[in-house]
Protein backbone atom coordinates (compact mmCIF):
# COMPACT_ATOMS: atom_id res chain seq x y z
CA UNK A 1 0.00 0.00 0.00
CA UNK A 2 0.99 3.84 0.11
CA UNK A 3 3.54 4.65 2.22
CA UNK A 4 5.67 7.56 3.22
CA UNK A 5 8.97 7.51 5.19
CA UNK A 6 10.49 10.45 7.30
CA UNK A 7 13.27 10.14 8.73
CA UNK A 8 15.20 11.82 10.87
CA UNK A 9 12.89 10.08 13.86
CA UNK A 10 14.78 12.72 16.25
CA UNK A 11 16.97 15.52 15.69
CA UNK A 12 18.83 17.97 18.02
CA UNK A 13 19.80 21.49 16.72
CA UNK A 14 21.36 24.18 18.27
CA UNK A 15 19.21 27.58 18.78
CA UNK A 16 19.93 29.36 15.58
CA UNK A 17 20.53 26.98 13.34
CA UNK A 18 18.71 24.89 10.58
CA UNK A 19 16.57 22.00 10.81
CA UNK A 20 15.57 19.59 7.76
CA UNK A 21 13.45 16.93 7.94
CA UNK A 22 12.83 14.76 4.85
CA UNK A 23 10.13 12.85 3.48
CA UNK A 24 9.99 10.20 0.67
CA UNK A 25 6.14 9.08 -0.83
CA UNK A 26 4.72 6.30 -2.83
CA UNK A 27 1.91 7.18 -4.23
CA UNK A 28 2.74 8.59 -7.53
CA UNK A 29 -1.15 10.26 -7.49
CA UNK A 30 -0.07 12.13 -4.66
CA UNK A 31 -0.66 15.97 -5.12
CA UNK A 32 -1.02 17.59 -1.64
CA UNK A 33 1.83 17.79 0.96
CA UNK A 34 1.03 19.17 4.32
CA UNK A 35 3.98 19.75 7.15
CA UNK A 36 2.13 18.85 10.73
CA UNK A 37 3.51 20.70 13.75
CA UNK A 38 2.43 18.61 17.40
CA UNK A 39 3.24 20.31 20.85
CA UNK A 40 3.04 17.85 23.67
CA UNK A 41 -0.07 17.03 25.06
CA UNK A 42 -2.28 19.14 21.67
CA UNK A 43 -3.68 18.07 18.15
CA UNK A 44 -1.31 18.12 15.33
CA UNK A 45 -1.65 21.55 13.52
CA UNK A 46 -0.28 22.70 10.19
CA UNK A 47 2.56 25.00 9.88
CA UNK A 48 2.70 24.76 5.88
CA UNK A 49 1.69 23.04 2.53
CA UNK A 50 2.67 22.84 -0.74
CA UNK A 51 0.56 21.42 -3.74
CA UNK A 52 2.16 19.30 -6.85
CA UNK A 53 2.33 22.03 -9.10
CA UNK A 54 4.71 24.21 -6.89
CA UNK A 55 8.40 23.07 -6.20
CA UNK A 56 9.05 25.37 -3.04
CA UNK A 57 7.35 27.37 -0.51
CA UNK A 58 8.26 30.05 2.02
CA UNK A 59 6.45 31.28 5.04
CA UNK A 60 9.08 33.13 7.43
CA UNK A 61 11.51 30.54 8.53
CA UNK A 62 9.73 27.50 7.17
CA UNK A 63 10.12 25.94 4.16
CA UNK A 64 8.87 23.11 2.17
CA UNK A 65 10.53 22.39 -1.26
CA UNK A 66 8.66 19.30 -3.39
CA UNK A 67 10.69 17.38 -5.82
CA UNK A 68 7.55 15.39 -7.71
CA UNK A 69 10.17 13.18 -10.07
CA UNK A 70 11.92 11.67 -6.57
CA UNK A 71 8.97 11.49 -4.69
CA UNK A 72 10.83 13.32 -2.03
CA UNK A 73 10.11 16.21 0.10
CA UNK A 74 11.40 18.57 3.16
CA UNK A 75 10.54 20.59 6.08
CA UNK A 76 13.21 23.82 6.55
CA UNK A 77 13.55 25.66 9.32
CA UNK A 78 15.89 28.37 9.93
CA UNK A 79 16.89 30.18 12.65
CA UNK A 80 15.89 28.00 15.41
CA UNK A 81 14.20 28.83 18.57
CA UNK A 82 13.36 26.83 21.64
CA UNK A 83 9.42 27.15 20.79
CA UNK A 84 10.51 25.34 17.34
CA UNK A 85 11.00 22.21 19.84
CA UNK A 86 7.96 19.74 18.97
CA UNK A 87 7.01 16.48 16.76
CA UNK A 88 6.53 16.97 12.96
CA UNK A 89 4.93 14.94 11.21
CA UNK A 90 4.72 15.15 7.16
CA UNK A 91 1.90 13.87 4.56
CA UNK A 92 0.82 13.10 1.76
CA UNK A 93 -2.94 12.88 -0.51
CA UNK A 94 -4.19 12.45 -3.57
CA UNK A 95 -7.56 11.72 -2.68
CA UNK A 96 -9.62 12.04 0.77
CA UNK A 97 -7.07 10.01 2.32
CA UNK A 98 -4.17 10.90 3.82
CA UNK A 99 -0.46 9.01 4.47
CA UNK A 100 1.37 10.67 7.36
CA UNK A 101 4.90 10.00 8.17
CA UNK A 102 6.18 8.33 11.29
CA UNK A 103 7.04 11.60 12.76
CA UNK A 104 10.26 13.76 13.54
CA UNK A 105 11.05 15.05 17.35
CA UNK A 106 12.95 17.58 17.35
CA UNK A 107 15.25 19.00 20.16
CA UNK A 108 16.15 23.22 19.88
CA UNK A 109 18.86 23.85 22.67
CA UNK A 110 19.22 26.87 24.14
CA UNK B 1 -14.25 29.74 18.83
CA UNK B 2 -13.42 27.43 15.68
CA UNK B 3 -12.51 24.14 16.99
CA UNK B 4 -13.08 20.58 17.69
CA UNK B 5 -14.15 18.64 20.26
CA UNK B 6 -13.67 15.36 21.58
CA UNK B 7 -15.11 13.56 24.26
CA UNK B 8 -14.34 12.28 26.42
CA UNK B 9 -10.72 13.00 27.06
CA UNK B 10 -9.35 9.91 28.69
CA UNK B 11 -10.83 6.65 28.38
CA UNK B 12 -10.18 3.30 30.51
CA UNK B 13 -12.38 0.10 29.53
CA UNK B 14 -12.42 -3.47 29.72
CA UNK B 15 -11.74 -6.13 26.47
CA UNK B 16 -15.24 -6.26 24.95
CA UNK B 17 -16.94 -3.10 26.18
CA UNK B 18 -18.75 -0.93 23.68
CA UNK B 19 -17.59 2.40 23.53
CA UNK B 20 -18.11 5.93 21.42
CA UNK B 21 -15.75 8.68 21.40
CA UNK B 22 -17.32 11.79 19.91
CA UNK B 23 -16.32 14.42 17.44
CA UNK B 24 -18.13 17.76 16.99
CA UNK B 25 -16.76 20.61 15.00
CA UNK B 26 -18.33 24.23 14.64
CA UNK B 27 -16.93 25.42 11.29
CA UNK B 28 -19.13 23.79 9.08
CA UNK B 29 -16.34 21.51 7.50
CA UNK B 30 -17.73 18.94 4.83
CA UNK B 31 -14.53 16.77 5.40
CA UNK B 32 -13.94 15.18 8.90
CA UNK B 33 -11.47 12.16 9.61
CA UNK B 34 -10.55 9.83 12.82
CA UNK B 35 -6.81 8.90 13.26
CA UNK B 36 -4.64 7.02 15.56
CA UNK B 37 -1.39 8.07 16.96
CA UNK B 38 0.89 4.90 18.40
CA UNK B 39 4.46 5.24 19.29
CA UNK B 40 7.15 5.06 15.71
CA UNK B 41 3.98 4.47 13.79
CA UNK B 42 3.16 8.10 13.61
CA UNK B 43 -0.86 9.09 12.40
CA UNK B 44 -2.82 6.52 10.86
CA UNK B 45 -6.25 7.24 9.36
CA UNK B 46 -8.88 5.16 10.64
CA UNK B 47 -12.05 6.62 8.59
CA UNK B 48 -12.95 9.38 7.07
CA UNK B 49 -15.91 11.42 5.84
CA UNK B 50 -16.32 13.59 2.39
CA UNK B 51 -20.04 14.75 4.04
CA UNK B 52 -22.87 13.55 5.39
CA UNK B 53 -23.96 10.05 4.90
CA UNK B 54 -20.50 9.41 3.33
CA UNK B 55 -17.89 7.75 4.69
CA UNK B 56 -15.13 5.10 3.22
CA UNK B 57 -11.67 3.49 5.40
CA UNK B 58 -8.73 4.75 6.12
CA UNK B 59 -5.37 2.80 6.40
CA UNK B 60 -6.49 0.98 9.48
CA UNK B 61 -10.68 1.01 9.70
CA UNK B 62 -10.79 -2.99 11.19
CA UNK B 63 -12.41 -3.21 14.58
CA UNK B 64 -13.99 0.45 14.78
CA UNK B 65 -17.14 1.95 12.86
CA UNK B 66 -18.04 5.30 12.06
CA UNK B 67 -21.11 7.55 10.95
CA UNK B 68 -22.14 10.74 9.66
CA UNK B 69 -25.42 11.63 10.29
CA UNK B 70 -24.81 15.59 11.19
CA UNK B 71 -22.37 17.89 8.99
CA UNK B 72 -21.24 18.64 12.54
CA UNK B 73 -20.45 15.11 14.36
CA UNK B 74 -18.37 12.04 13.51
CA UNK B 75 -18.57 9.90 16.04
CA UNK B 76 -15.92 6.99 16.43
CA UNK B 77 -17.31 3.24 17.60
CA UNK B 78 -15.94 0.19 19.08
CA UNK B 79 -17.96 -2.49 19.41
CA UNK B 80 -15.95 -4.58 21.14
CA UNK B 81 -12.67 -3.50 21.79
CA UNK B 82 -9.19 -5.03 21.95
CA UNK B 83 -6.10 -4.04 24.00
CA UNK B 84 -4.59 -3.47 21.06
CA UNK B 85 -6.71 -0.53 20.32
CA UNK B 86 -4.97 1.16 22.90
CA UNK B 87 -3.96 4.48 21.59
CA UNK B 88 -4.31 8.39 21.68
CA UNK B 89 -6.89 9.19 19.21
CA UNK B 90 -7.73 12.16 17.04
CA UNK B 91 -10.48 13.63 14.97
CA UNK B 92 -10.03 16.05 12.02
CA UNK B 93 -11.74 18.70 9.80
CA UNK B 94 -11.63 20.47 6.73
CA UNK B 95 -12.91 22.75 4.97
CA UNK B 96 -13.93 21.51 1.56
CA UNK B 97 -14.38 17.81 1.16
CA UNK B 98 -11.40 17.58 -1.58
CA UNK B 99 -7.66 17.30 -1.83
CA UNK B 100 -5.36 20.47 -0.11
CA UNK B 101 -7.42 21.86 2.76
CA UNK B 102 -5.96 22.45 5.83
CA UNK B 103 -7.22 20.09 8.54
CA UNK B 104 -8.07 21.00 12.01
CA UNK B 105 -7.78 18.63 14.84
CA UNK B 106 -9.20 17.87 18.60
CA UNK B 107 -6.90 17.78 21.45
CA UNK B 108 -7.13 13.95 21.55
CA UNK B 109 -8.91 10.87 23.29
CA UNK B 110 -6.17 8.77 25.35
CA UNK B 111 -8.40 5.02 25.15
CA UNK B 112 -6.54 2.46 27.43
CA UNK B 113 -8.60 -1.40 26.78
CA UNK B 114 -7.56 -3.65 29.62
Known sequence: GENVEQHPSTLSVQEGDSAVIKCTYSDSASNYFPWYKQELGKGPQLIIDIRSNVGEKKDQRIAVTLNKTAKHFSLHITETQPEDSAVYFCAATGTYKYIFGTGTRLKVLA | ?114
Not at chain 2, 40 to 53: K, P
Not at chain 2, 54 to 71: L, Q
Request: proline share 6%; net charge neutral; glycine share 8%.
Open chain 2, 1 to 114: EAQVTQNPRYLITVTGKKLTVTCSQNMNHEYMSWYRQDPGLGLRQIYYSMNVEVTDKGDVPEGYKVSRKEKRNFPLILESPSPNQTSLYFCASSDIAGVGYEQYFGPGTRLTVT
